[in-house]
Structures are given as structure tokens and as C-alpha cells.
């Protein structure tokens, strides 16, 4: 028979099991909803002027459910396709057979050859990342992209006309990057980055999106995930900003997002750009 402390334990561990899986549930879904509205922003799942002959290889850091690798293998059946996540939220058997998903930190380095990529994409990632981890893996993806192959990039960047509750939510956010060392800019200024490091053809531009107020579903979707999201991270946010009570935090979320943003028309920046590795001199 378990003693009441044994008891308390494994109800412990399983709250912090449940807190969890809510987590990788709430990531999934703004993760689903971001990659529908940057598809619909670009057009498709990509916007590197790549040949569909010349892809044999490519490569995705950071690939959380996989779907932009899933989609992208269907698109593309004759290249393989290579992924690496610290934390993969991939389905177990269902996926396109030229999809190759890897558990693995690209902090480590990326482990593939040199000049083996046609295409490097990442999304969401750099914006989460410390500087310093972004520009080493900067310098890795450029090592293992093939010469005249194209890097792609997609990120959120920040909120523009929050009212009241995300501008709450963006002061924790802003005490967070500070905190692991993240410069929230960065993103903004990669064309020029890259430039320096050697690529070419560099392109950036930016969008907003409007979240929630319009009345097309992948806007709706991804506001739906967002009140999700805060809800879930609402122990995080209200830790961060020293809000004094999290279940009201939750509520705010719950109830008052969805007015606050059709009211203050809120929206929320993006960045996508892509450059290519200069190819072998004819001269
Ligand atoms: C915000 S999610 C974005 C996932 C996916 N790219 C998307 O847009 O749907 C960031 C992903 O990067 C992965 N990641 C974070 N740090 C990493 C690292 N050091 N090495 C490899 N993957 C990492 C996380 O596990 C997570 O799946």
C-alpha cells in the first residue's frame, strides 16, 4: 500500500505529465495554424526560385510536427528529405517515405557533409534562439548547403496593436528573450547578415497579418491556437510579468482576447526571406 507522500508524488508527476502533454498540444496547434498562414503569405510552401530537377537533397532545422516536410516530400518525390529537431512531434508511422526525421541539437553542428543541401529551411526557430546559437547555425547551414543552393527562412516576429491582455503577454515575452539572450531584431536584419557571410541574392520582406479579425480561417485558426497557447502558458507569462492571479490571467485569455483584438485590430508581423550560396566561378 503506498503512503500518502508516495501518493502525492505520483499524483505530482502526473499533473506534471498532463501539464506537459497540454504544452506539446498547444505548440502543435500554433505550429498547424502558423504553417497554413505562412503558406497562404508566400503562396505555397516555398519562395526560393529552386528547379524541381535540381532537388535531390534538402534539409529542415527545427521541424517540430514535420508538416512542412511531409507537405514538401509530396511536392517533391524524387528528393529526400532530412530533418532535425531536438524535440520531434512527428506522427510515429505515417509520413512520406523520402522524409528522414533525426532527434538531434543543431547547437552539436549540423551532422551532414559539406554542400550536400539544395534547399536549408527553417521556421519559427531563429526567433527563439539565443544570438549566439543562431549564428553558429547560420554558419553550419551555409557550410552544408551545396554551392548555388538556396537557405529559406520563415519567422514570427512580434505583435503590432495589442491591447491591454497581449500587450501583457508581450512583456513577458520581451523579459524572456532578454533573459536567454535573444536579440529580437535579429531577424529583421538577416538579409544583410547573410550578405556578410557570403551568400548572395539575399531577400527579406515583411507582412502583417491581421489575427482573428478577418473572416479567413487560417487567420481564425491561428488566433484560436494563440488564446490556446496563453492559456496553456499562462503559469509562464504571469510568472514573468508578476501578474497577480494566473487563473484570471487564464480567463482574460479566454474571454477578452478575441474582442480586445477585432478592437484594436491587432496583428502580427512575420518575416520570410531566402539567399543562395554563390555558385562555382565559370571563369
Ligand atoms: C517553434 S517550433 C517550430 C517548429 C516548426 N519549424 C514549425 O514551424 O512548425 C521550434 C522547433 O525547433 C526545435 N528546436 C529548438 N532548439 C533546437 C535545437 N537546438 N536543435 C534542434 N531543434 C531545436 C524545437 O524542438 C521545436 O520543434
Redesign the pocket.
Given at each position: 500500500m503506498q503512503s500518502t507522500a508516495q501518493q502525492e508524488s505520483v499524483q505530482g508527476l502526473r499533473r506534471q505529465q498532463q501539464q506537459k502533454n497540454n504544452e506539446t498540444k498547444a505548440?502543435l496547434q500554433i505550429?498547424g495554424a502558423?504553417?497554413y498562414l505562412f503558406k497562404g503569405v508566400i503562396g505555397g510552401n516555398y519562395m526560393s526560385p529552386i528547379k524541381a530537377n535540381n532537388m535531390k537533397k534538402c534539409l529542415e532545422?527545427?521541424?517540430?510536427?514535420g508538416?512542412?516536410m511531409m507537405e514538401m516530400a509530396s511536392e517533391f518525390p524524387e528528393c529526400q528529405f532530412y530533418g532535425?529537431?531536438?524535440?520531434p512531434?512527428t506522427p510515429e508511422n505515417t509520413y512520406p517515405d523520402n522524409c528522414n526525421f533525426l532527434k538531434?541539437?543543431?547547437?552539436d553542428g549540423l551532422p551532414y557533409p559539406d554542400e550536400t543541401f539544395d534547399l536549408v529551411h527553417?521556421?519559427?526557430?531563429l526567433m527563439?534562439?539565443p544570438v549566439e546559437?543562431v549564428h553558429k547555425l547560420l554558419k553550419e547551414i551555409y557550410r552544408v548547403t551545396k554551392k548555388g543552393g538556396y537557405f529559406e527562412y520563415k519567422e514570427p516576429l512580434r505583435i503590432k496593436n495589442a491591447g491591454p491582455i497581449l500587450n501583457m503577454v508581450q512583456e513577458g515575452w520581451d523579459i524572456f528573450l532578454k533573459e536567454q539572450k535573444i536579440d529580437k531584431d535579429l531577424v529583421l536584419s538577416l538579409d544583410r547578415v547573410l550578405l556578410q557571410q557570403g551568400w548572395k541574392d539575399a531577400a527579406l520582406t515583411t507582412h502583417l497579418i491581421s489575427v482573428g479579425e478577418s473572416e479567413d480561417s487560417a487567420s481564425n485558426m491561428f488566433y484560436e491556437s494563440w488564446k490556446k497557447f496563453s492559456e496553456t502558458f499562462s503559469d509562464i507569462f504571469t510568472t514573468l510579468i508578476e501578474f497577480p492571479r494566473k487563473e484570471e490571467f487564464k480567463k482574460l485569455a479566454r474571454n477578452d482576447l478575441e474582442p480586445e483584438c477585432k478592437k484594436f485590430k491587432t496583428g502580427v508581423e512575420i518575416a520570410v526571406g531566402f539567399a543562395t550560396k554563390r555558385p562555382i566561378s565559370t571563369n
Amino acid at each position: 500500500m503506498q503512503s500518502t507522500a508516495q501518493q502525492e508524488s505520483v499524483q505530482g508527476l502526473r499533473r506534471q505529465q498532463q501539464q506537459k502533454n497540454n504544452e506539446t498540444k498547444a505548440e502543435l496547434q500554433i505550429d498547424g495554424a502558423e504553417h497554413y498562414l505562412f503558406k497562404g503569405v508566400i503562396g505555397g510552401n516555398y519562395m526560393s526560385p529552386i528547379k524541381a530537377n535540381n532537388m535531390k537533397k534538402c534539409l529542415e532545422v527545427g521541424f517540430g510536427c514535420g508538416i512542412w516536410m511531409m507537405e514538401m516530400a509530396s511536392e517533391f518525390p524524387e528528393c529526400q528529405f532530412y530533418g532535425i529537431d531536438l524535440n520531434p512531434k512527428t506522427p510515429e508511422n505515417t509520413y512520406p517515405d523520402n522524409c528522414n526525421f533525426l532527434k538531434g541539437d543543431f547547437t552539436d553542428g549540423l551532422p551532414y557533409p559539406d554542400e550536400t543541401f539544395d534547399l536549408v529551411h527553417v521556421k519559427s526557430l531563429l526567433m527563439y534562439k539565443p544570438v549566439e546559437h543562431v549564428h553558429k547555425l547560420l554558419k553550419e547551414i551555409y557550410r552544408v548547403t551545396k554551392k548555388g543552393g538556396y537557405f529559406e527562412y520563415k519567422e514570427p516576429l512580434r505583435i503590432k496593436n495589442a491591447g491591454p491582455i497581449l500587450n501583457m503577454v508581450q512583456e513577458g515575452w520581451d523579459i524572456f528573450l532578454k533573459e536567454q539572450k535573444i536579440d529580437k531584431d535579429l531577424v529583421l536584419s538577416l538579409d544583410r547578415v547573410l550578405l556578410q557571410q557570403g551568400w548572395k541574392d539575399a531577400a527579406l520582406t515583411t507582412h502583417l497579418i491581421s489575427v482573428g479579425e478577418s473572416e479567413d480561417s487560417a487567420s481564425n485558426m491561428f488566433y484560436e491556437s494563440w488564446k490556446k497557447f496563453s492559456e496553456t502558458f499562462s503559469d509562464i507569462f504571469t510568472t514573468l510579468i508578476e501578474f497577480p492571479r494566473k487563473e484570471e490571467f487564464k480567463k482574460l485569455a479566454r474571454n477578452d482576447l478575441e474582442p480586445e483584438c477585432k478592437k484594436f485590430k491587432t496583428g502580427v508581423e512575420i518575416a520570410v526571406g531566402f539567399a543562395t550560396k554563390r555558385p562555382i566561378s565559370t571563369n
